[in-house]
């Protein structure tokens, strides 16, 4: 393709607009230059937003979608929080071995905690958000306002308390809570993704509208990537006051649109079957495809004669799709049928095994292919005893879909942070099992109450997170046992850690002199909580250091210490309060790339120049941090 020359000097406006594109999509707008006519542009008060740590206020009106709270929804995005994440063995299954992870607490601190440690390091987020549908959304997060408060922040009062606007305080309030929700977290979600990663959203009617806005805005809308419709009921509600709505839509989204691409589906039996070989080609399998086109030329319109003697010209307004001297090459290798009596329109042969290995997904998605809402809810009381203990769940079979056309290679990482069911988990173990894959998940859920009068309650089951928990222990053990006798099935890691968000490790010191009294600073000796464990003190560790929560943790007793070995020479820690000396050069001779102690474990700054002196002997690289 031949370029013509811009005969300028680079237009570095636009240069670094495509800069500041990249980092932050949702402040790309459009405006209108002098001649009224639409440009991109940047929306230099949400540009400034992004980049402060207070709320800037802005009054202008532009393209864009805006909400009361949009703004404090990003300052929140972007503010630091002190909250971690706390072990809880009790609750895991292989937890120093296996790669999976399920988080207890607000999926949005959850989501600013593992900011560090797995940015752009996630493939895939699949996320079924709440639907928004009247009924309420439990967040940690108090999005209701006082009618008079919203009612000042949206603008419907004057000075004097007059009202300017009708019947928007309630409609404007629902929509801008769970807008603000999903903001926020989708904002963190997007710096967590690959380069060649990809988002799924789940959603109904009743959002989609705004959900397609929002994502625009939050992943630029040149990364949106389809919207699936996916037939969620075999039947129609009958009981419908208006038309049944027998669908839902999946949003999908690309970190990067041009890095990413799906996979192709597998070609199925019944579309191989229009794949025959009536003429005993030596190359297989053909179907016949029609020669002509749409696009008219002059070259490519021309008679050709059938070996009947019959002659033929294109339809009208159409032309062959090769020049007669293509024509007659493909006659030669014969690739062109003219039917069994050679009488017919000329066709090209495309043999089967000169197709792509797959189909290109479409954005329809029947239930028969991947299931629907009954099929999720059987499969989870398959695993209950026939017991209901969670409304909606999706079907394995759906993301099992999703997870195939994302691309997903056999060591990445599937993010799910509104969990529910656990759906997602399951579907991530049935295709390691199927394909010998080691994909890991993220599993987040809030421990939202289960209802008193529900049967989820009623067994024993006090929050959702306890039921997607068990549904994974349950899912895994079936699985492996359904693929007991397949090679490799050994392998396959069912197992998770959990964690549960808590507030810090570290006690917060933020008193000024004059208000501390003996006793205070009796309480100050170590920096650290007294009801914490060496296993949050690592878990904490291994966060702040941006290390992934997956790494394998291997416990050994050296000299009477108990030391923590992460992945190998990753991190070596050691939380005791006593220290045996002897350690260090055991700990140094694994030469680890980091090593971390308790301040309060060396008596005195002698002891402390030892340890450096020694590593600096021992293990020169080795990085060395006390808390």
């Given at each position: 393709m031949i370029e013509k020359l811009k005969m300028q000097t680079p237009n570095i406006t636009e240069q670094n607009m495509e800069q500041i594109a990249k980092l932050f999509p949702n402040v790309m707008t459009e405006t209108q230059d002098e001649n009224g006519t639409v440009q991109k542009a940047i929306d230099f008060d949400l540009l400034k937003q992004s980049l402060s740590s207070v709320l800037v206020d802005d009054a202008d009106e532009r393209y864009r979608l805006d909400w009361p709270g949009k703004k404090a929804a990003l300052l929140k995005a972007n503010t630091p929080i002190t909250k971690t994440l706390r072990p809880c063995r009790e609750d895991s299954v292989n937890f120093d071995s296996t790669e999976n992870v399920y988080i207890e607490g607000d999926n949005f601190e959850v989501l600013k905690i593992l900011q560090e440690s797995y940015l752009g390091k996630i493939k895939m987020i699949y996320i079924d958000p709440p639907y928004n549908t009247g009924k309420d959304f439990i967040y940690k997060d108090n999005f209701t306002a006082k009618k008079a408060d919203y009612e000042e922040e949206l603008g419907v009062t004057d000075e004097d308390d007059n009202k300017l606007f009708r019947n928007t305080d309630s409609n404007g309030r629902f929509h801008s809570d769970w807008l603000s929700m999903m903001y926020e977290r989708l904002v963190v979600a997007r710096d967590l993704l690959k380069e060649d990663g990809v988002i799924f959203i789940s959603i109904d009617d009743g959002e989609s509208g705004n959900v397609r806005k929002l994502c625009d805005e939050v992943f630029g809308d040149e990364n949106f990537v389809a919207n699936v419709i996916w037939e969620k009921k075999y039947a129609p509600s009958n009981d419908a006051k208006w038309l049944s709505d027998n669908h839902d839509h999946i949003f999908i989204y690309a970190k990067e649109k041009e890095s990413w691409r799906p996979k192709a589906l597998p070609r199925t039996e019944e579309q191989n079957k229009r794949y025959t070989n009536r003429d005993n080609d030596l190359r297989g399998n053909w179907k016949p495809s029609d020669l002509s086109v749409k696009s008219y030329s002059a070259t490519y319109d021309y008679s050709i004669t059938t070996p009947s003697g019959r002659k033929v010209i294109p339809p009208e307004g159409r032309c062959w799709v090769v020049s007669k001297?293509?024509?007659?090459?493909?006659?030669?290798?014969?690739?062109?049928?003219?039917?069994?009596?050679?009488?017919?329109?000329?066709?090209?042969?495309?043999?089967?095994?000169?197709?792509?290995?797959?189909?290109?997904?479409?954005?329809?998605?029947?239930?028969?292919?991947?299931?629907?809402?009954?099929?999720?809810?059987?499969?989870?009381?398959?695993?209950?005893?026939?017991?209901?203990?969670?409304?909606?769940?999706?079907?394995?079979?759906?993301?099992?879909?999703?997870?195939?056309?994302?691309?997903?290679?056999?060591?990445?990482?599937?993010?799910?942070?509104?969990?529910?069911?656990?759906?997602?988990?399951?579907?991530?173990?049935?295709?390691?099992?199927?394909?010998?894959?080691?994909?890991?998940?993220?599993?987040?859920?809030?421990?939202?109450?289960?209802?008193?009068?529900?049967?989820?309650?009623?067994?024993?089951?006090?929050?959702?997170?306890?039921?997607?928990?068990?549904?994974?222990?349950?899912?895994?053990?079936?699985?492996?046992?359904?693929?007991?006798?397949?090679?490799?099935?050994?392998?396959?890691?069912?197992?998770?850690?959990?964690?549960?968000?808590?507030?810090?490790?570290?006690?917060?010191?933020?008193?000024?002199?004059?208000?501390?009294?003996?006793?205070?600073?009796?309480?100050?000796?170590?920096?650290?909580?007294?009801?914490?464990?060496?296993?949050?003190?690592?878990?904490?560790?291994?966060?702040?250091?941006?290390?992934?929560?997956?790494?394998?943790?291997?416990?050994?007793?050296?000299?009477?210490?108990?030391?923590?070995?992460?992945?190998?020479?990753?991190?070596?820690?050691?939380?005791?309060?006593?220290?045996?000396?002897?350690?260090?050069?055991?700990i140094a001779q694994l030469k680890p790339f980091k090593v971390v102690f308790k301040d309060a474990s060396f008596a005195d700054s002698k002891d402390r120049i030892n340890l450096e002196e020694r590593f600096k002997r021992l293990s020169p690289e080795t990085l060395i941090t006390v808390i």
């Open positions: 001297e293509k024509f007659q090459n493909l006659v030669t290798d014969n690739r062109i049928w003219f039917g069994e009596n050679g009488d017919n329109v000329p066709s090209i042969k495309r043999f089967l095994s000169e197709v792509k290995d797959g189909v290109v997904p479409l954005t329809i998605w029947k239930y028969s292919d991947v299931g629907h809402n009954q099929v999720g809810r059987q499969e989870l009381k398959k695993l209950f005893d026939d017991k209901g203990y969670f409304d909606g769940p999706k079907p394995v079979s759906l993301l099992n879909r999703i997870l195939y056309i994302a691309n997903t290679e056999s060591n990445e990482t599937i993010l799910d942070f509104f969990s529910g069911s656990a759906t997602t988990a399951h579907a991530v173990m049935k295709l390691n099992a199927e394909d010998n894959g080691n994909r890991k998940f993220i599993m987040v859920q809030l421990p939202e109450v289960t209802d008193e009068k529900s049967e989820a309650y009623k067994a024993g089951y006090k929050t959702i997170a306890e039921i997607g928990k068990e549904r994974i222990r349950r899912a895994g053990k079936k699985i492996a046992e359904d693929n007991q006798d397949k090679a490799g099935i050994e392998n396959l890691d069912i197992g998770f850690r959990v964690y549960k968000t808590d507030s810090s490790n570290m006690k917060e010191v933020y008193y000024h002199p004059e208000q501390l009294n003996q006793d205070d600073l009796f309480s100050l000796e170590s920096n650290i909580k007294a009801d914490r464990e060496p296993d949050d003190l690592l878990t904490q560790v291994i966060l702040d250091l941006g290390l992934e929560l997956n790494l394998p943790i291997e416990q050994k007793d050296m000299h009477g210490n108990k030391v923590f070995i992460v992945q190998t020479n990753a991190l070596v820690a050691c939380f005791d309060d006593n220290i045996n000396v002897k350690i260090i050069d055991e």
